[in-house]
């Protein structure tokens, strides 16, 4: 199984930005898609953007244009860089693995929480 350990987050103004990080350890060799979520209270946890081994990625439609995804394959980490944060985005951010097959890899972590206020 893959461990992951989220970072990054904090309070930030509306139209502040954050990078978030996430660290992977454990049977790694798997991993094809290494992807973002968030859960706000109340809600269910959504899927926020996700790259590929070969760097293709895909976003949800609320975060295209002002999040961006990036992977560092060989030391195992993925980014998420939230820019022009707004009050729809607060949420506790988890990263995610999923193997070539569509299996997911890792139990969902801690999260790191990501809070937008004036």
């Known amino acids: 199984q893959v461990q992951l350990v989220e970072s990054g987050g904090g309070l930030v103004q509306p139209g502040g930005s954050l990078r978030l990080s996430c660290a992977a350890s454990g049977t790694i060799h798997n991993i094809y898609v290494m992807a973002w979520y968030r859960q706000a209270p109340g809600k269910q946890r959504e899927l926020v953007a996700a790259?590929?081994?070969?760097?293709?990625?895909n976003y949800a439609d609320s975060v295209r244009g002002r999040f961006a995804i990036s992977r560092d394959t060989a030391r195992n980490l993925v980014f998420l860089q939230l820019n022009d944060l707004n009050p729809e985005d607060p949420a506790v951010y988890y990263c995610?693995?999923?193997?070539?097959?569509?299996?997911?890899?890792?139990?969902w972590g801690q999260g790191t929480q990501v809070t937008v206020s004036s």
């Open positions: 995610h693995t999923v193997g070539p097959f569509g299996t997911s890899l890792s139990a």
């Open positions: 790259i590929t081994s070969g760097g293709a990625s």
